[in-house]
């Protein structure tokens, strides 16, 4: 890899340790995937819960925070994906003082390095939105599809360490979606079916993320008829990079940078995987991807609204939907968004009227980042209610059975205790 | 005897393994008991195998940004993958190898889950770009 002095001085150790650790990562990450420098970001995004750090990865955290505060210090504006803990939540929901420990320890560490505590998938909607051409090291695939798509900025999926490296060299290493050529689409699916919720948009985003398979693929979507709006491309973007690892997404007229359509196969991939022409999705296929998780009359445990993080504007739909009635005593609904939201909800009326009914409003969790297995054992959840797709692909290696509703269907489910 | 597969350049340590084999994908968050070290989701093509000291050789790796994270600590408590060998893998997992230290190799000249099979012994070298199968 091309390296610029300065660069050369950071692996040299000249600006510290951290900032030498950080540039010998990315090298070795770039190298890997063949990048001829780093390019500077303007923005990073970590992802550091601490059921995925663990103890080592505290551990790795606050021997680098121990560094002088000038060698520790952050170069660019960088903001935390969801906490593994709320400290106001955690005890109802059935998780440890060790998890709180292990989670104040990381915060302490995180802080050191001056990243901004947001904790937050929903940044792109609640902090910064970025603009087109930005550079940028985003660490939740959900943020990176959004971040890619819908406003044309440029970032790879950054992992917690990467992320890190970023913020602390303030350039991440130039390869996939940095550059032109990795953004052409390669595959391209025409709608004959409009979806009527946010779960149905999720559903369609697990659809053509599962059929894409592959960081690597660019799926190109066309018939949607009118703009979703930022909630149904929230769900649908986090959808397609949880079943696919999507990172971008084009729909014509829509995304920033939908013209540019060519679907050359990429190098690399297997002869096998290539396809071409055009897939389509019907009624049928999307009524039976989400049949497919059905349970119908089941008793549900928990219902969950969250991955991602729910908008102001999803807050006050869970409210309403609620309208004062009383969540099953034997269910629990628990409703998880950002700290700058659930402010915005207190202010406004909207947790009160959420929590009155039963429900459990987390601020800086998003449940599935949260110890998802051990609160199952330890509430004996098993039937799980969303309305979130993204949410659905993941919790079912935790134990779960997931079901998937639509927002207004999860809240009946809630208070009837079984799946309506 | 041994087949020579050619691959590009890796992550990690050169290793000695043997080989479990699918034609599924990986996160390290979706898939894994990390405790038992087994696969846990019902629907992975390993369910309830167990992945530790083994060279997995899978498609794709696919979904969360945890993964990164998890390698590093599932080495550090020693139940982990030996080394992890895949057609073409996201930055996560290239991510999460080289700051775990995990052998990681992808992109062969064909489908490596095809030309290896479980059970095989593999010498993996990153550096060098290669996948020895040693049995065969």
């Keep these: ?420 | 005897m041994s087949i020579m597969l050619r691959c590009h350049k890796g992550i990690g340590p050169a290793v000695t393994g043997t080989a479990l084999v699918a034609k599924d994908n990986f996160s390290a968050r979706y898939d894994l008991d990390r405790k038992a070290g087994t696969f846990s989701r019902p629907t992975h093509a390993l369910a309830g195998q167990s992945y530790a000291g083994k060279i997995l050789v899978l498609d794709q790796a696919k979904g969360g940004v945890a993964t990164a994270w998890m390698l590093h600590e599932m080495k550090s408590s020693g139940v982990v993958p030996l080394a992890l060998v895949f057609n073409r893998v996201n930055p996560i997992l290239a991510q999460g190898a080289a700051f775990g230290g995990v052998t990681l190799v992808d992109r062969f000249e064909g489908d490596a889950t095809d030309l290896i099979r479980t059970g095989d012994r593999l010498r993996i070298d990153p550096a060098a770009g290669t996948v020895e199968i040693l049995n065969r």
């Design chain 1, 1 to 420: 890899m091309r390296l610029t002095d300065e660069e050369q001085a950071m692996l040299a150790g000249a600006a510290g340790e951290p900032r030498r650790w950080a540039i010998q990562h990315q090298i070795a990450v770039g190298e890997f995937f063949d990048a001829a420098d780093l390019v500077p970001v303007s923005q990073a995004h970590i992802m550091a819960d601490t059921e995925s750090l663990g103890e080592a990865g505290v551990r790795f955290l606050e021997d680098l925070a121990a560094a002088p505060e000038t060698e520790r210090r952050v170069r660019i504006p960088t903001l935390t994906d969801p906490r593994g803990l709320d400290f106001q939540t955690y005890k109802r929901l059935g998780q440890t003082e060790a998890m709180a420990a292990l989670e104040s320890r990381a915060i302490v560490a995180l802080k050191a390095f001056g990243v901004l505590m947001t904790d937050t998938c929903i940044n792109y909607q609640t902090i910064m939105p970025p603009t087109r051409g930005e550079h940028l090291a985003m660490g939740d695939t959900g943020v990176v599809i959004y971040s890619n798509s819908v406003f044309g900025a440029r970032s790879n999926f950054e992992g917690g360490p990467s992320a890190l490296a970023a913020a602390l060299t303030g350039r991440t290493p130039r390869y996939g979606y940095h550059l032109d050529e990795h953004r052409r689409a390669t595959r391209r699916f025409r709608l004959d079916v409009q979806p009527r919720d946010l779960s149905e948009w999720g559903a369609l985003g697990g659809m053509i993320g599962r059929e894409c398979g592959s960081y690597w693929e660019v799926p190109l979507i066309e018939g949607i008829e009118a703009a979703p709006g930022s909630d149904a491309l929230k769900h649908f973007g986090a959808a397609m990079a949880s079943y696919g690892s999507t990172a971008l997404f084009r729909i014509p007229g829509m995304t920033a940078e939908s013209s540019n359509l060519d679907r050359r196969p990429l190098a690399g991939m297997p002869a096998g995987r290539r396809r071409s022409g055009i897939e389509t999705i019907s009624r049928a296929d999307l009524d039976a991807f989400i049949a497919a998780y059905g349970a119908a009359g089941d008793k549900v445990d928990v219902v969950v609204f969250a991955a991602p993080h729910l908008s102001l504007v999803e807050m006050a739909a869970v409210a309403d939907a609620l309208a004062a009635r009383r969540v099953h005593p034997e269910t629990t609904l628990l409703v998880a968004t950002s700290p700058e939201i659930k402010h915005a909800a207190d202010r406004i009326g909207l947790t009160r009227r959420i929590e009155e009914t039963g429900a459990v409003v987390a601020a800086g969790i998003c449940f599935y980042q949260s110890y998802a297995g051990e609160m199952a054992a330890a509430n004996g959840w098993k039937r799980l209610a969303t309305n979130s797709a993204k949410l659905v692909n993941i919790i079912g290696g935790y134990g779960y059975q997931p079901t998937l509703l639509s927002l207004e269907r999860c809240v009946d489910s809630a208070v009837a205790g079984r799946v309506v």
